[in-house]
């Protein structure tokens, strides 16, 4: 396997693996509620920015889409097989 094709699946793996930001971000504002942390609230203000919440959607979207493309090709390719 190729080390850029061996990458790019680790990589999709991570974002596939980590919770959404809004999920942590849900998770840190019932924490800041509790005990009103500093670095929880720094936290919390990080993942609530903008910004950093379309990466995280755009990047997430990214991997679901290639590894629909993957196994539409593979499907193609075992119906290939099939019909030959």
């Known amino acids: 396997m190729d080390e850029a094709?061996?990458?790019a699946e680790r990589w999709r793996g991570q974002v596939r693996a980590r919770g959404s930001i809004e999920q942590d971000r849900e998770v840190?504002?019932?924490l800041i509620e509790y005990d009103h942390d500093p670095?929880?609230?720094e936290l919390y203000e990080s993942f609530s920015?903008?910004?950093?919440?379309?990466v995280d959607r755009a990047?997430?979207?990214y991997a679901g889409q290639y590894d629909r493309r993957l196994r539409r090709l593979?499907?193609?390719a075992r119906h290939a097989?099939?019909?030959e």
């Open 74 to 76: 593979r499907e193609r």
């Open 5 to 7: 094709i061996a990458s």
């Open 59 to 61: 990047e997430r979207s």
């Open 49 to 54: 920015d903008p910004q950093n919440r379309l």
């Open 81 to 83: 097989e099939v019909d």
């Open 28 to 30: 840190l504002a019932r």
């Open 39 to 41: 670095f929880e609230t």
